[in-house]
């Protein structure tokens, strides 16, 4: 009896070893949330949803905006629309990101209907604090590496997953080097948070299809799927506030195809005198810009469009009174 206790034992600490090695591994082909939730605190952040996840490129903007002055080096925490829509949950994770003693950071809060609104079922209900039952709701340390809170309880895979996708993303680029169809994509964040996605199909037809995807998410054809939320856009205030604290706070509304942009001013129309007023209340910048871009699927940027998008917005940034004042601090 005690030898068969002692091969379990054996048993045991072998796998929870196994496991170990394997959280190891982890790194920005795991998923969208461990290299984000694993990475140091940050005295730079670019917030925000999904388009601004894949639409603000930090390495672009930090080559740009760190030109004549000091060093800036941006991290991309931005998620989804689910994931970190504004309020205490977010709020939360970005206080944990952020450097406690950093004053002369600059931070990109991406705003757009969605993320000051609140979900509704298919029931057209609210889904009230969504946000709280996925990742960032889940987790309560959102830095460091190897991250096992985040692997605990939130992790929605075995961990044997993490070498999976590994191979999944090496045998995407090999199908894509010999121009074999791949109806899938390669998703990887990048050492600075950036969300990398590569289609492998890229024609008009596709982008089209996600965007009437999109469109379907958002809107049935007669009611939108989500309600302004006094309580989301009071969060966008405070993390603006908390963000004072800690440098320069720009809120900024990227470009989207003009589809999406119209029905996005069918649902908001006050979306801009909103923002502005938000900006002039609490001191800082609202910064808009063409839609003159390529969309993966009409509401976020491709990969090319991105950089572009990337480096306009750094000299627009570059260019405010805001910005110069950090150079002479």
């Given at each position: 009896?005690?030898?068969?206790?002692i091969?379990?034992?054996?048993?045991?600490?072998?796998?929870?070893?196994i496991?170990?090695?394997?959280?190891f591994?982890?790194?920005?082909?795991?998923d969208?949330?461990?290299?984000?939730?694993?990475?140091?605190?940050?005295?730079?952040?670019?917030?925000?949803?999904?388009?601004?996840?894949?639409?603000?490129?930090?390495?672009?903007?930090?080559?740009?905006?760190?030109?004549?002055g000091?060093?800036i080096?941006?991290y991309?925490?931005?998620f989804?629309?689910s994931?970190?829509?504004?309020?205490e949950?977010y709020?939360?994770?970005i206080?944990?990101?952020?450097k406690?003693?950093?004053?002369?950071?600059?931070?990109?809060?991406?705003?757009?209907?969605?993320?000051?609104?609140?979900y509704?079922?298919?029931?057209?209900?609210?889904?009230?604090?969504?946000?709280?039952?996925?990742?960032?709701?889940?987790?309560?340390?959102?830095?460091?590496?190897?991250?096992?809170?985040?692997?605990?309880?939130?992790y929605?895979?075995?961990?044997?997953?993490i070498l999976l996708?590994?191979?999944e993303?090496?045998?995407s680029?090999?199908?894509?080097?010999?121009?074999?169809t791949?109806?899938?994509?390669t998703?990887e964040?990048?050492?600075?948070?950036?969300?990398?996605r590569?289609?492998?199909?890229?024609?008009?037809?596709t982008?089209?299809?996600?965007?009437?995807?999109?469109?379907k998410?958002?809107?049935?054809?007669?009611?939108?799927?989500?309600?302004?939320?006094e309580?989301r856009?009071?969060?966008?205030?405070?993390?603006?506030?908390?963000?004072?604290?800690?440098?320069?706070?720009?809120?900024v509304?990227?470009?989207t195809?003009?589809k999406?942009?119209?029905?996005?001013?069918r649902?908001?129309?006050?979306?801009?005198?909103?923002?502005?007023?938000i900006?002039?209340?609490?001191?800082?910048?609202?910064?808009?810009s063409?839609?003159?871009?390529?969309?993966s699927?009409?509401?976020?940027?491709?990969q090319?469009s991105?950089a572009?998008?990337?480096?306009?917005?750094?000299?627009?940034?570059?260019?405010?009174?805001?910005f110069?004042?950090?150079?002479?601090?």
């Open positions: 009896m005690k030898k068969f206790i091969k379990i034992l054996i048993f045991v600490i072998f796998i929870i070893f496991n170990i090695a394997l959280v591994q982890a790194d920005g082909l795991t969208v949330y461990y290299p984000k939730l694993s990475s140091a605190q940050q005295t730079s952040l670019i917030l925000g949803a999904s388009r601004a996840n894949e639409g603000v490129v930090p390495r672009l903007l930090d080559s740009v905006m760190s030109g004549n000091d060093k080096s941006f991309n925490f931005s989804s629309n994931d970190s829509p504004y309020g949950v709020l939360n994770a206080k944990s990101k952020i406690r003693d950093s004053q002369n950071g600059v931070f990109i809060l991406s705003v757009h209907p969605w993320s000051i609104s609140t509704l079922d298919k029931e057209f209900k609210p889904i009230i604090d969504i946000e709280k039952k996925l990742t960032l709701g889940k987790v309560t340390q959102f830095s460091g590496s190897p991250n096992f809170n985040y692997f605990l309880n939130a929605e895979f075995g961990w044997g997953n996708k590994k191979l993303y090496n045998i680029l090999f199908l894509n080097k010999k121009n074999i791949n109806k899938g994509q998703v964040v990048t050492e600075k948070g950036w969300l990398k590569t289609y492998f199909q890229a024609d008009l037809k982008a089209n299809y996600r965007m009437e995807n999109k469109i998410q958002l809107f049935d054809g007669k009611k939108f799927y989500y309600k302004f939320s309580k856009k009071n969060s966008l205030e405070k993390t603006v506030d908390y963000l004072k604290k800690h440098g320069t706070v720009y809120l509304r990227l470009p195809n003009q999406i942009r119209k029905l996005e001013n649902y908001m129309p006050n979306l801009d005198a909103l923002m502005n007023s900006a002039t209340k609490h001191g800082v910048k609202y910064l808009q063409t839609n003159d871009y390529s969309y699927d009409g509401n976020h940027l491709d090319e991105a572009k998008y990337s480096i306009q917005l750094a000299q627009q940034i570059s260019k405010t009174d805001e110069k004042q950090i150079n002479k601090k």
